[in-house]
């Protein structure tokens, strides 16, 4: 049982390109989110799916895309790198039920370097 | 101010002891609190995980609430170098799709 898998696990990027983060869960979750991880500022969410073909938008949207192509995977898409962007992407489904009670499931994270 | 203020550290304690990891919030409307635990260059796992008001306990920790207060506290006892890592906390209000995060307190457990 994989839970959530992440790819690429780093990657480099020029100021201005374009890349998409790809995430997949194999937990039969409805609700799949992006987060950024920055120094001293915690988790920050960037999108989130409640459920199979719908996506809003979190605390910092700004500069990116999401795709929820099925109910198993969320894509998060980089039009036009910039620097700021450099950071650590976490993408988490959620548990509902069990010993997780409502937290977030993630995966081990994708480390962008923009430059 | 932030919604949800954690001190970064880093605690460093020796191995046995008891360790207190602490959390302020701002939003009285937060009625889910958690707590997350992430290994350097990992993911967040879940830790504890607590509805409203009270207390927790899963094993060597314990989490508390105190609304009234708004501060939530995560209590590891006899401590192991197992436990070094950086721990989260995060709660949401009754909609669970905006979790906040505090930025995680560092700890290392020293043999």
């Known amino acids: 049982n994989a839970g959530v898998t992440q790819t690429p696990k780093f990657q480099v990027l020029k100021t201005g390109q374009s890349m998409t983060l790809q995430c997949a869960q194999d937990?039969?979750?409805?609700?799949m989110y992006w987060y950024r991880q920055d120094p001293g500022m915690g988790l920050r969410l960037i999108y989130y799916?409640?459920?199979?073909?719908?996506?809003d938008k979190g605390e910092v949207p700004n500069g990116y895309n999401v795709s929820r192509l099925n109910k198993r995977e969320f894509s998060l898409r980089l039009e036009s790198a910039a620097p700021s962007q450099t950071s650590v992407y976490f993408c988490a489904s959620r548990s509902v039920a069990g010993r997780g009670g409502y937290g977030y499931t993630f995966g081990s994270g994708t480390r962008l370097t923009v430059v | 101010q932030k919604e949800v203020e954690q001190d970064p550290g880093p605690l460093s304690v020796p191995e046995g002891a008891i360790v207190s990891l602490n959390c302020t919030y701002s939003n009285s409307a937060f009625q889910y609190f958690m707590w997350y635990r992430q290994y350097s260059r990992k993911g967040p796992e879940l830790l504890m995980y607590t509805y409203s008001s009270g207390n927790k306990e899963d094993g060597r920790f314990t989490a508390q609430v105190d609304k009234s207060s708004k501060y939530i506290s995560l209590f590891i006892r006899d401590s192991q170098p197992s436990d070094s890592a950086t721990y989260l906390c995060a709660m949401s209000a009754s909609n669970n799709n905006d979790m906040r995060f505090g930025a995680g307190t560092r700890l290392t457990v020293k043999p």
């Open positions: 799916s409640a459920s199979e073909g719908t996506t």
């Open positions: 937990m039969n979750h409805n609700s």
